[in-house]
């Protein structure tokens, strides 16, 4: 699919910026998915706290990676004023 850095503009993201954005959205999809199906699974069955494990370990994950891609948002944006001005 052409977009700015396959039609020869500047990319406006990277790779791992990009790779990142995928993942947050799987792993939200993965805590979604966990707590509706926990809710499926009758009470006492061990599969209810396995679900909750990966509700909650997927959404801390998701806080983490964002943490995360803020840092690389801003070195990118400091690194770009340094590139200005010099
Ligand atoms: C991407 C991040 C997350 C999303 C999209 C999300 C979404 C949800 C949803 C839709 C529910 C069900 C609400 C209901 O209908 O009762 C829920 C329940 C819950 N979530 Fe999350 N959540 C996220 C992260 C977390 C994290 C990081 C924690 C704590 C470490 C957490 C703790 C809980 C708890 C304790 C419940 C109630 C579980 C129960 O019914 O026993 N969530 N969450």
């Given at each position: 699919?052409?977009?700015a850095?396959?039609?020869?503009?500047?990319?406006?993201?990277?790779?791992?910026?990009?790779?990142?954005?995928?993942?947050?959205l799987?792993?939200?999809?993965?805590?979604?998915?966990?707590?509706?199906?926990?809710?499926?699974?009758?009470?006492?069955?061990?599969?209810r706290?396995?679900?909750?494990l990966?509700?909650?370990?997927?959404?801390?994950?998701?806080?983490?990676?964002?943490?995360?891609?803020?840092?690389?948002?801003a070195?990118?944006?400091?690194?770009?004023?340094?590139?200005?001005?010099s």
């Amino acid at each position: 699919m052409a977009n700015a850095a396959t039609m020869g503009g500047p990319a406006r993201f990277s790779r791992w910026q990009i790779r990142l954005h995928w993942l947050t959205l799987l792993l939200v999809a993965i805590a979604y998915g966990a707590i509706e199906a926990k809710g499926l699974v009758p009470k006492g069955a061990p599969a209810r706290d396995l679900l909750k494990l990966v509700h909650f370990n997927a959404g801390a994950l998701v806080g983490a990676l964002m943490l995360l891609r803020l840092g690389l948002r801003a070195c990118e944006f400091f690194a770009a004023q340094v590139h200005e001005s010099s």
